[in-house]
C-alpha cells in the first residue's frame, strides 16, 4: 500500500529548498557521511514506507561515467512524444532543484515539492531514518511518479550503482554508457573496479545493456553472474535491424558504428595481454548516446511485449509496446534531444561601433557595427568528458577566435583537464572561476595547476583595456571593457563572465568578419556547478534557485 502524500511542514519552496540543502551537514555534524557508504539500508527502508512505487512502474535505470544524463533524456522525451507519461529523474541539477524530477518533461512544481519534501521528512523523523540530500530526493522522485500516474520512469544514476540510492529498484531494463576514471575515491582506481561497482545495478532476471568499453568483459560478467541477460550495443543494433525494429544497418546515423577505438592498441608481451583503449576523440558522443537510447528502446519493447504479465498493463504501455523505431519522427526525436549545457550554444549580440571607431582613431560613427559571440555550455567535467568537448569544439568551432571559461572540482583530474584545454587554446585564453561547491578547486590551484603543465605562470593580465565605452548588449546585460582586465583575483563566475565577454567584444570589435557571422565563441565547462549562476548572468529565463532564495529571503 503506498504512502498518500500530504503537507504537513514547509511553508513555501524557498523553506523547503533551504532544509533539502542543510541536510547532509546536520548529518556530518552527527558523524553520517553523504552518500551513504556501502549501504542501501535507510532508502530501502524508506523506499518500502512509500509501497515501492517504481517496482509496478517500467523502470529504466541508466548509469555510465559520460552519456548517462543525455541517454535518460532521449529516451524519456521519445516515449513522451509518442504518448507514454513517463517521469525523469536526474542529478545532479543545473539551475533548479525542481530539474530532478520531471513528468513529460515538466519540471515538479514548487507546492508538489514542498508537498514531497515534508512527507518524506514525515518519513524520516517518525522512522528515525538519516537520510542524506540525495537519498530524499529520490524518494520525493518515487512518491512524485506515482502521484501522476506515470506509464514508465527513467532513472539516472547518482554515483556508481551498486551503492547507489536509485539501487533499491527492480528495472525494466539498466543500462551503462560509459566508464571512464571518476569518482575513484568511491568507485575504486581502474576501469575494472569502477566497472565492476557500475555494474552492480544488473538485476536476476533483468536485461542490461552496456555501451562500447574496453571493460565491457568485466560488465558482462559481473551482469551474467547476478542473473541478468546482458547485450552489448552494437550486436543489439545488428539483431534488431535484422529483425527489422530498427533501419537497416548503415541506411541511418543512429545504424552505424561510431568509431570508438583508436588506431594504436597497447600489447603487454609479458603478461600475453592486448588492452584496446577507448579514445573519446574519435566519438561522436550525441550519436553513441542516441544508439544506446534507440536499442534501450527496442529492449524496453521486447520485454514489455514478451513478458505481459510483469507490469499492470497501461494505455502508456501499449504504446511502448506498438512504437514503430522505424518512424523518422521518432528517429529524429532521439537524436534532437539534449538536456541542458551539453554543447548549449547561445547568441549574444552587441554594437560595437562606438569602440570600433575609438580603435580606428576615427570620428565616432552612426552606423551600428554589431558583433556576435558564441558561448557554448557544457558541463563536461572529467577527462574522458572533456577529451570529447575538445574535439568537438575543434570540429565546430575551426577559425574562431576561442577563450574558455572553467571551474573545477579537486576530485577531478584536473591536470588531465586543463592540459586538454590548452591544446584548444592558448593558456592565457583559458580564465577561472571557482564555484560554490564545497570541493570546488579555486581560481589559484587551478592557475598553478595550469602552469606545472606547461612550466610557465599564466600572465596576470591582458593589454587590451585601452577604452572605457561600455558595450550593451541584447538582453540589457552590460559589459564594461574598461573593467575587462584579468586580474586573476577569486572572483564569482557572473563577475568573471562579465570581464571576459567584454575583453571578447573589444577583440572582436577590432576584426575584419562578415556582418552576421559569429566573431568569437566562448566555452563554459569544467562543472556543472558554475553553470547557474552563468545562466542567470547570461538573461536565461528558467527556473533558478538563485532566484527563488532571493524571492522569499
Given at each position: 500500500?503506498?504512502?498518500?502524500?500530504?503537507?504537513?511542514?514547509?511553508?513555501?519552496?524557498?523553506a523547503?529548498?533551504?532544509?533539502?540543502?542543510?541536510?547532509?551537514?546536520?548529518?556530518?555534524?552527527e558523524?553520517?557521511?553523504?552518500?551513504?557508504?556501502?549501504?542501501?539500508?535507510?532508502?530501502?527502508?524508506?523506499?518500502?514506507?512509500?509501497g515501492?512505487?517504481?517496482?509496478?512502474?517500467?523502470?529504466?535505470?541508466?548509469?555510465?561515467?559520460?552519456?548517462?544524463?543525455?541517454?535518460?533524456?532521449?529516451?524519456?522525451?521519445?516515449?513522451?512524444?509518442?504518448?507514454?507519461?513517463?517521469?525523469?529523474?536526474?542529478?545532479?541539477?543545473?539551475?533548479?532543484?525542481?530539474?530532478?524530477?520531471?513528468?513529460?518533461?515538466?519540471?515538479?512544481?514548487?507546492?508538489?515539492?514542498?508537498?514531497?519534501?515534508?512527507?518524506?521528512?514525515?518519513l524520516?523523523?517518525?522512522?528515525?531514518?538519516?537520510?542524506?540530500?540525495?537519498?530524499?530526493?529520490?524518494?520525493?522522485?518515487?512518491?512524485?511518479?506515482?502521484?501522476?500516474?506515470?506509464?514508465?520512469?527513467?532513472?539516472?544514476?547518482?554515483?556508481?550503482?551498486?551503492?547507489?540510492a536509485?539501487?533499491?529498484i527492480?528495472?525494466?531494463?539498466?543500462?551503462?554508457?560509459?566508464?571512464?576514471?571518476?569518482?575513484?575515491?568511491?568507485?575504486?582506481?581502474?576501469?575494472?573496479?569502477?566497472?565492476?561497482?557500475?555494474?552492480?545495478?544488473?538485476?536476476r532476471?533483468?536485461i542490461?545493456?552496456?555501451?562500447?568499453?574496453?571493460?565491457?568483459?568485466?560488465?558482462?560478467?559481473?551482469?551474467?553472474?547476478?542473473?541478468?541477460?546482458?547485450?552489448?550495443?552494437?550486436?543489439?543494433?545488428?539483431?534488431?535491424?535484422?529483425?527489422?525494429?530498427?533501419?537497416?544497418?548503415?541506411?541511418?546515423?543512429?545504424?552505424?558504428?561510431?568509431?570508438?577505438?583508436?588506431?594504436?592498441?597497447?600489447h603487454?608481451?609479458?603478461?600475453?595481454?592486448?588492452s584496446?583503449?577507448?579514445?573519446?576523440?574519435?566519438v561522436?558522443?550525441?550519436?553513441?548516446?542516441?544508439?544506446?537510447?534507440?536499442?534501450?528502446?527496442?529492449l524496453?519493447?521486447?520485454?514489455?511485449?514478451?513478458?505481459?504479465?510483469?507490469?499492470?498493463?497501461?494505455?502508456?504501455?501499449?504504446?511502448?509496446?506498438?512504437m514503430?523505431?522505424?518512424?523518422?519522427?521518432?528517429?529524429?526525436?532521439?537524436?534532437?534531444?539534449?538536456?541542458?549545457?551539453?554543447?548549449?550554444?547561445?547568441?549574444?549580440e552587441?554594437?560595437?561601433?562606438?569602440?570600433?571607431?575609438?580603435?580606428?582613431?576615427?570620428?565616432?560613427?552612426?552606423?551600428?557595427?554589431?558583433?556576435k559571440?558564441?558561448?557554448?555550455?557544457?558541463?563536461?567535467?572529467?577527462?574522458?568528458?572533456?577529451?570529447?568537448?575538445?574535439?568537438?569544439?575543434?570540429?565546430?568551432?575551426?577559425?574562431?577566435?576561442?577563450?574558455?571559461?572553467?571551474?573545477?572540482?579537486?576530485?577531478?583530474?584536473?591536470?588531465?583537464?586543463?592540459?586538454?584545454?590548452?591544446?584548444?587554446?592558448?593558456?592565457?585564453?583559458?580564465?577561472?572561476?571557482?564555484?560554490?561547491?564545497?570541493?570546488?578547486?579555486?581560481?589559484?590551484?587551478?592557475?598553478?595547476?595550469?602552469?606545472?603543465?606547461?612550466?610557465?605562470?599564466?600572465?596576470?593580465?591582458?593589454?587590451?583595456?585601452?577604452?572605457?565605452?561600455?558595450?550593451?548588449?541584447?538582453?540589457?546585460?552590460?559589459?564594461?571593457?574598461?573593467?575587462?582586465?584579468?586580474?586573476?583575483?577569486?572572483?564569482?563566475?557572473?563577475?568573471?563572465?562579465?570581464?571576459?565577454?567584454?575583453?571578447?567584444?573589444?577583440?572582436?570589435s577590432q576584426?575584419?568578419?562578415?556582418?552576421?557571422e559569429?566573431?568569437?565563441?566562448?566555452?563554459?565547462?569544467?562543472?556543472?556547478?558554475?553553470?547557474?549562476?552563468?545562466?542567470?548572468?547570461?538573461?536565461?529565463?528558467?527556473?533558478?534557485?538563485?532566484?527563488?532564495?532571493?524571492?522569499?529571503?
Open positions: 500500500m503506498s504512502v498518500p502524500l500530504s503537507r504537513i511542514g514547509f511553508k513555501n519552496y524557498t523547503a529548498l533551504k532544509h533539502l540543502n542543510s541536510v547532509n551537514s546536520i548529518l556530518k555534524a558523524g553520517i557521511l553523504a552518500p551513504s557508504s556501502m549501504s542501501l539500508a535507510n532508502t530501502f527502508h524508506l523506499y518500502e514506507l512509500i515501492k512505487p517504481l517496482d509496478r512502474i517500467p523502470t529504466i535505470h541508466i548509469g555510465g561515467t559520460n552519456g548517462k544524463g543525455s541517454t535518460c533524456l532521449k529516451m524519456s522525451s521519445t516515449l513522451s512524444s509518442i504518448g507514454v507519461r513517463t517521469g525523469l529523474f536526474v542529478s545532479p541539477h543545473i539551475a533548479s532543484c525542481r530539474e530532478r524530477i520531471q513528468v513529460d518533461g515538466e519540471l515538479i512544481s514548487e507546492d508538489d515539492f514542498v508537498t514531497c519534501l515534508d512527507r518524506v521528512v514525515s524520516c523523523n517518525d522512522h528515525s531514518i538519516p537520510a542524506t540530500y540525495f537519498e530524499i530526493i529520490f524518494i520525493m522522485s518515487c512518491l512524485r511518479f506515482e502521484a501522476a500516474k506515470c506509464d514508465a520512469v527513467v532513472l539516472e544514476v547518482g554515483v556508481g550503482g551498486e551503492w547507489d536509485t539501487n533499491v527492480s528495472s525494466a531494463l539498466a543500462v551503462i554508457c560509459s566508464v571512464g576514471m571518476d569518482h575513484m575515491r568511491i568507485l575504486g582506481d581502474t576501469l575494472e573496479k569502477i566497472a565492476t561497482t557500475k555494474s552492480g545495478i544488473f538485476k532476471g533483468g542490461g545493456l552496456i555501451g562500447p568499453s574496453e571493460v565491457e568483459s568485466t560488465m558482462r560478467a559481473v551482469g551474467e553472474s547476478r542473473g541478468c541477460v546482458i547485450h552489448s550495443l552494437y550486436d543489439s543494433l545488428d539483431t534488431l535491424s535484422s529483425l527489422g525494429e530498427i533501419p537497416r544497418k548503415n541506411t541511418h546515423p543512429l545504424t552505424k558504428v561510431v568509431d570508438t577505438v583508436a588506431v594504436n592498441e597497447s603487454n608481451e609479458e603478461a600475453g595481454d592486448r584496446v583503449k577507448v579514445n573519446a576523440s574519435h561522436d558522443t550525441d550519436i553513441l548516446n542516441s544508439q544506446i537510447a534507440l536499442a534501450g528502446l527496442c524496453l519493447k521486447q520485454r514489455l511485449n514478451t513478458e505481459e504479465s510483469v507490469y499492470p498493463s497501461t494505455s502508456g504501455q501499449r504504446l511502448i509496446r506498438s514503430n523505431l522505424t518512424d523518422a519522427s521518432i528517429l529524429d526525436r532521439i537524436i534532437s534531444a539534449r538536456p541542458p549545457c551539453r554543447w548549449e550554444e547561445i547568441s549574444l552587441a554594437d560595437v561601433s562606438p569602440l570600433f571607431s575609438l580603435l580606428d582613431d576615427e570620428q565616432p560613427s552612426t552606423a551600428p557595427r554589431r558583433v559571440i558564441k558561448v557554448i555550455l557544457d558541463i563536461g567535467h572529467n577527462a574522458p568528458a572533456i577529451e570529447a568537448l575538445v574535439h568537438k569544439a575543434q570540429d565546430r568551432l575551426g577559425g574562431l577566435p576561442v577563450r574558455v571559461l572553467c571551474g573545477m572540482s579537486r576530485d577531478k583530474d584536473a591536470n588531465t583537464c586543463l592540459r586538454l584545454l590548452s591544446s584548444l587554446v592558448p593558456v592565457d585564453k583559458i580564465h577561472f572561476v571557482q564555484s560554490s561547491n564545497f570541493r570546488a578547486l579555486s581560481t589559484t590551484e587551478l592557475e598553478n595547476i595550469v602552469s606545472k603543465v606547461h612550466t610557465e605562470n599564466l600572465p596576470s593580465s591582458d593589454s587590451h583595456t585601452s577604452t572605457s565605452v561600455p558595450v550593451e548588449l541584447k538582453g540589457s546585460v552590460l559589459f564594461d571593457p574598461a573593467s575587462s582586465s584579468f586580474t586573476r583575483t577569486s572572483e564569482g563566475t557572473n563577475t568573471m563572465l562579465r570581464r571576459v565577454l567584454g575583453q571578447m567584444f573589444l577583440e572582436c576584426g575584419a568578419y562578415q556582418q552576421g559569429y566573431a568569437g565563441a566562448l566555452l563554459v565547462c569544467g562543472s556543472g556547478y558554475i553553470m547557474s549562476q552563468t545562466k542567470l548572468e547570461l538573461g536565461i529565463d528558467e527556473p533558478n534557485d538563485i532566484v527563488a532564495l532571493e524571492r522569499d529571503s
